[in-house]
């Protein structure tokens, strides 16, 4: 249920940072008839799809794949991992896991692999 | 251990921030109190394909996909999904990655019983578990195919396993630490067996603002089979129709909207521009100044407003 929240509760009202710019004329999107009346905040959406994109072809994805990929993600998906993509990333914790339990195994007799004093 | 676990460790999952669970209280109550389902369920044509090392998201994303009349192959659904310096995949990007494929990609409500309801209507699931312990988790996506009452316990597509079984028990745990992430994969023309008018219309909206236009709108009509009321579904259902030139039934469905909420003003702005593409002027002109009225100040109705009368019929 946390996830859900993660996912859906926010409501962003997502606009390009365009002060000053005179009002579009047209229709309004569903997403945007959705959020009427939301004092949500705006959020950079071109800046952050930026960001996405360079962190993945950091991250060794090809570049056309990169492009469309990005373009594939709604702008509430964009936000959710926005700077986020850099926390504790799967690798690392591998050895750590492996070391702990080790370390649990050592302790508690079930191997013997540091000799007594 | 190593070799095993960094075959495992093929999803990549931003912090969750959850608690730890000791107990599988969903467990508890469904074998408390059983519900109406058949003892077993087990989706046998379900896919299998073995996953490569680290992809285990391409892997159970390719199953669920051709279970779904798609013909696509793992290394196809990496491209859209897969990030080697991290090793895995991102939830969202799997979502994306359905959208790409007319596929909705439904969020379901964490209830085990949920799941269990979902495959007795045929429809495996795609789901994020973690194998190890919150402070040092494994990720893994598996695809989830069927479940035995009796034995108690799920069966799952994983990995290089053809089939496992995983008792309900763990399966929960190992699902809760994953904050019971799980996604219902259908064609827009169905709609999961549990899945919640909120959750099912953002995963349509969300196939919409990504540009799948046709998509979009036979999961808005099949939102209105289920919730005929939905303001939100009728609106969908107007701009879709309007952005594929169907403006016809772009009028329809705003004007259905509108007699749910009058005041939504947004609907009358589009309505507005339905009725000039159909030639009818002044009801269009009528129906702009009306979104006006609801919203003197509004600045995009104003524009609006002008281009309207600035076009020639």
């Known amino acids: 249920m946390r996830f859900k929240i993660l996912l859906r509760s926010l409501p962003i009202v ?68 926005y700077q986020r993509v850099d926390e504790a990333p799967a690798g690392g914790n591998v050895l750590v896991l492996a070391l702990v339990i080790f370390l649990v195994l050592e302790v508690t007799g079930y191997i013997d692999v540091i000799p007594e004093k | 251990m190593n070799r095993r676990a960094r075959r495992l460790a093929c999803a990549f999952v931003i912090s969750l921030g959850l608690g730890a669970c000791a107990t599988s209280p969903q467990t508890r109550l469904l074998l408390d109190n059983p519900p109406d389902l058949p003892a077993h369920v087990e989706l046998t044509e379900v896919p299998f394909f073995p996953q490569q090392q680290y992809h285990c998201g391409p892997a159970a994303l ?61 429809n495996p699931i795609f789901v994020l578990q973690n194998l190890a312990i919150e ?22 597509r994983s990995g290089v ?14 699902w809760q630490r994953a904050g019971h992430w799980a996604l219902a994969v259908v064609d827009p023309d169905s709609i999961p067996a549990t899945a919640s008018r909120e959750a099912y219309l953002a995963a349509v909206i969300d196939m919409e603002q990504v540009g799948r236009l046709s998509s979009a709108r036979q999961g808005y009509a ?17 701009n879709t129709s309007y952005a594929l030139g169907d403006y016809v039934a772009a009028e329809s469905a705003y004007r259905a909207a509108l007699v749910i909420e009058p005041g939504k003003a947004e609907l009358w702005n589009n309505l507005a521009y339905a009725l000039a593409r159909l030639g009818r002027r002044q009801a269009s002109l009528d129906a702009i100044e009306h979104a006006l009225d609801l919203d003197p100040h509004n600045a995009t109705f104003q524009a609006s407003r002008r281009e309207l009368a600035d076009w020639s019929m």
Not at chain 2, 147 to 156: C, K, N, P, S, V
Request: proline share 3%; charged share 20%.
């Open chain 1, 14 to 81: 997502v606009a390009v940072m365009a002060a000053g710019l005179p009002a579009q004329a047209g229709m309004v999107a569903t997403d945007q008839i959705q959020q009427s009346g939301f004092a949500g905040q705006f959020i950079d959406v071109a800046g952050q799809r930026d960001w996405i994109q360079a962190r993945l072809l950091q991250g060794g994805v090809a570049r056309s794949e990169a492009t469309a990929r990005v373009a594939a993600m709604t702008d509430v998906e964009i936000a959710q991992i």
């Open chain 2, 62 to 122: 390719a199953g669920i996909i051709n279970y779904r009349g798609i013909a696509v192959v793992p290394d196809e659904i990496a491209r859209l999904v897969y990030i080697p310096e991290l090793k895995g995949s991102l939830q969202v990007e799997i979502a994306a990655a359905t959208r790409q494929y007319d596929l909705l990609p439904v969020q379901l409500d964490g209830q085990l019983e949920s799941l269990l309801r979902e495959l007795a209507a045929g």
């Open chain 2, 135 to 156: 402070a040092y988790p494994i990720w893994h996506y598996e695809i989830l195919i069927g479940y035995d009452l009796e034995q108690r316990h799920m069966i799952l």
């Open chain 2, 161 to 174: 396993n053809r089939r496992i079984t995983r008792t309900f028990s763990l399966f929960e745990k190992t």
């Open chain 2, 222 to 238: 099949s939102a209105l089979g289920r919730w005929p009321d939905s303001l939100l579904a009728l609106s969908g259902l107007g």
